[in-house]
């Protein structure tokens, strides 16, 4: 049977097997189930499945995944949160979700829903969000984070709720089950802070693109993570030195908004 001939068979338009065939396009269950019943191999159906969900779980488009909005992505992440014992994350670029204040979650969302064109929830997924960060209060949970500073300077909200924002970092940096280090710009790197990336216990590991999130599930692609986060860890400050850092940057943006004149100047 040719290609041709199984689109007709299927009424499906001839390109949509071509496109299948060389992965410019991701097949639908029931594409499967169609193509395996049209080509008599029912037998590799489950496994053809099988493989598809595996596909989905390793990278799950935003588009698909925020097709209902980020409260549902939010809460989708909870469940996974709940399963969790230890948490491991470099963001080079912005707070984690986890310790943002609602102020600087809401501009996450609103430019997330202006890049990815998705439903329009920010204040339901902030609640979410909100809500999520109770786990750090949680004895059985741990938590290790290392950002760069240029995660603290980054223009991605107003100063005012980027002041709020670093207020946070300070307090969170206290709890007993929270591990925040900083990375500052005159620290010479053991490795390159090419992304971000999460770590779920030492089984699963998550990174963001504009595109799609990746979950990577194999042992040899865990560990190098694994191995990329200690040196990245090794190289950052804590503690009173690592708030001393986030006092600078506070300090910096804070005089700088000082210098801008009032409505009555």
């Not at 338009?13 to 008599?40: C, F, H, M, Y």
């Not at 609103?110 to 969000?129: C, F, K, S």
């Not at 990245?232 to 300090?251: E, K, N, S």
Request: charged share 25%; hydrophobic share 40%.
């Amino acid at each position: 049977m040719t290609g041709k001939q199984l689109a007709e068979s299927l009424s499906w338009p001839p390109s949509k097997v071509s496109k299948l065939e060389n992965g410019r396009q991701t097949p639908t269950a029931e594409d499967i189930r169609d193509w395996t019943e049209a080509t008599g191999g029912e037998a590799r159906t489950e496994a053809l499945l099988t493989s598809l969900h595996t596909l989905d779980l390793q990278y799950a488009q935003w588009q698909r995944q925020l097709k209902a909005g980020f409260a549902s992505h939010q809460n989708s992440i909870a469940r996974l949160d709940a399963r969790t014992r230890f948490f491991r994350a470099f963001e080079p670029t912005v707070v984690p979700g986890l310790l943002q204040t609602a102020g600087y979650a809401r501009e996450r969302f609103t430019q997330g829903i202006t890049t990815l064109n998705v439903p329009h929830d920010v204040d339901e997924a902030v609640r979410v969000r909100t809500q999520r960060q109770e786990i750090l209060y949680r004895p059985d949970k741990r938590f290790h984070f290392v950002l760069t500073e240029a995660a603290l300077r980054f223009r991605l909200c107003t100063p005012d709720v980027m002041l709020g924002q670093l207020d946070r970092l300070i307090s969170l940096s206290t709890l007993p089950n929270v591990k925040l280090g900083i990375i500052g710009f005159e620290t010479p790197y053991a490795v390159a802070p090419w992304h971000g990336f999460w770590i779920l216990d030492h089984d699963r590991v998550m990174v963001e693109t504009y595109s799609a999130e990746l979950n990577l599930a194999q042992p040899s692609e865990v560990k190098l993570y694994g191995t990329a986060f200690e040196r990245l860890a090794a190289v950052a400050t804590y503690g009173r030195a690592a708030r001393a850092l986030i006092t600078r940057v506070i300090d910096d943006l804070s005089s700088e908004v000082a210098e801008v004149p009032g409505d009555g100047e």
